[in-house]
């Protein structure tokens, strides 16, 4: 800013030798800059490095506008924001000019006349790059009038003046986004009528409001965002509209749990109590699993998609959670439980569209059911798998000289045995830390399962662990879990074998447990 302090007319400008060009080619020079010095074109996005942004990057050194395609939750306007990152810090302008008359080449009477008259002495203001960045989501109450603008019936009585004449016009978005980057959101949305209205402007350079033609070359990149349900739930994009587009980029979900966490980890609210609160890795993942099993569930949308926005959410939400107890049981500090991700239900009934809207199973059950789940897929990947344990048979009788095959040991036999001993566990939301851990250290064998897998586990660590090693063998049937309001209770399969119904383990395999 000190370097262009001095440059306040358009004859310090000549003087400073200051080239003018178009905001298509700026993106396109500063990109060619960062790719060469190997510098990170787009911060904070994450999981697109060899998708999305390498296609990105080729259509703004083709110098096209783009259209962005992909499910709710995708960061394409992200995207579209992070692009003012290419621009050059500060571009100069004609000082009270409406559309960011370039000096060198104004484009509007009311530059064109100050040129004229001022020459040299034209006075200059100085843009920056985080101003040139305009957005408009596009809602089918959109007009021209908004985007584009309008006659003003009084500026031209006033000055009399013809209809046709551009100094009685009201600019709209566009016009005064000229030489800035400029984004419809959900573009599907917006009106055919509408979509029509810019197509001049993506293509001739001109604008034409109520039949009236007027010249009007503005330099502006348009970035288009959509998603494709909308192509068939509420509009589409018109085919001339879509020739006028350069590019197309198909965004996608994060491909792996590890990108999901970077990305949660960027974009959840910094709490407060944040800092009192410990989450353990483990719960970092049982996170994004939700996410990923809500896509591939087949009680919800796939068309409507799930947005990232529902792991950040829970997220804040499993941070509250844990933050409510903290303050009700008077401590300084805590960590995550297991009995925490029951706050999660809100996030996840908020942000899920269920194929049918009217059946059986809620948002409620469904969530519930996509927490099980993700217990249930994350539980194999930190212990063994319970199935292959049910999968033991005792060993059949064998010729007399025959030597007796050794079974492999169940790993979660002592624990069976505790619950089906008639011992019950109860862990309430409203229990200390330590008196949790006093319960759960009564579960024989729980407490050892944990360290042998985990040995080098803090204390707040294997205390999630420990838990979560219940809600595991839950979910595979072999103890029962029964959730109550602010009260998890845990107890043998056969004790609560009523209410079992079908769930699948059949007399060998409860035996194998015993």
Not at 183 to 192: G, K, M, R, S, T
Not at 396 to 410: M, T
């Amino acid at each position: 800013m000190s370097e262009i302090s001095n440059i306040l007319t358009l004859g310090a400008l000549k003087k400073a030798g200051y080239q003018s060009k178009g905001i298509k080619d700026e993106l396109r020079d500063n990109l060619r800059k960062k790719i060469m010095n190997d510098e990170t074109t787009f911060e904070g996005v994450h999981g697109f490095e060899n998708t999305v942004i390498p296609e990105l990057e080729r259509a703004i050194l083709s110098r096209h506008n783009i259209n962005l395609l992909g499910l709710r939750g995708q960061a394409k306007t992200r995207i579209a924001r992070s692009l003012t990152n290419l621009l050059d810090e500060y571009i100069p302008i004609v000082e009270g000019s409406e559309i960011n008359d370039d000096p060198m080449a104004p484009i509007s009477y009311y530059a064109k006349d100050l040129v004229v008259k001022e020459g040299d002495k034209t006075p200059l203001a100085w843009v920056h790059r985080s101003e040139r960045f305009s957005e408009k989501l596009a809602t089918p109450d959109v007009t021209v009038a908004d985007l584009i603008g309008d006659v003003d019936p009084i500026k031209a009585a006033n000055l009399k003046l013809s209809y046709a004449d551009e100094r009685v016009i009201h600019f709209g978005m566009i016009p005064r986004a000229n030489r800035c980057i400029f984004v419809i959101n959900e573009l599907p949305d917006l009106q055919a009528r509408i979509q029509v209205s810019l197509f001049n402007i993506l293509q001739e350079g001109d604008v034409q409001i109520r039949g009236f033609k007027i010249r009007l070359p503005l330099d502006v990149n348009f970035v288009f965002t959509a998603n494709p349900e909308d192509y068939t739930n509420r509009g589409s994009i018109v085919t001339p509209l879509k020739d006028r587009i350069g590019s197309q980029i198909i965004t996608h979900y994060p491909k792996t749990i590890d990108l999901a966490k970077e990305i949660t980890s960027q974009e959840v609210m910094k709490q407060d109590q944040s800092n009192a609160i410990y989450v353990p890795e483990l719960a970092k993942t049982l996170i994004e699993q939700i996410g990923f099993e809500a896509r591939d569930n087949e009680l919800i949308d796939a068309k409507s998609g799930v947005s990232a926005r529902m792991s950040i959410t829970m997220y804040e939400n499993l941070i509250s959670g844990a933050t409510y107890r903290m303050l009700t049981t008077q401590q300084k500090e805590t960590s995550v439980r297991m009995l925490d991700f029951m706050a999660i239900i809100p996030a996840i009934t908020g942000k899920v569209e269920l194929v049918y809207e009217g059946e059986q199973e809620g948002p409620y059950e469904v969530a519930l059911n996509l927490l099980n789940k993700s217990i249930r897929t994350i539980f194999v990947t930190y212990f063994p798998n319970p199935d292959d344990v049910k999968k033991r048979k005792s060993p059949k009788k064998s010729a007399a000289n025959a030597p007796e095959q050794k079974q492999p040991e169940n790993p979660y036999a002592s624990i069976a045995k505790w619950f089906d001993a008639g011992n019950h566990l109860d862990l309430f939301l409203d229990m200390k830390d330590e008196d949790k851990m006093i319960e759960l250290y009564k579960v024989d064998g729980l407490f050892g399962i944990v360290k042998k897998h985990f040995p080098q586990a803090g204390e707040k660590q294997a205390a999630l662990l420990m838990e979560f090693v219940l809600h595991g063998l839950s979910s595979y049937s072999i103890i029962s879990k029964k959730m109550i309001d602010g009260k998890i209770e845990f107890n043998d399969m056969m004790g609560s074998m009523i209410n079992l119904g079908d769930m699948g383990m059949d007399d060998d395999a409860f035996n194998d447990y015993a």
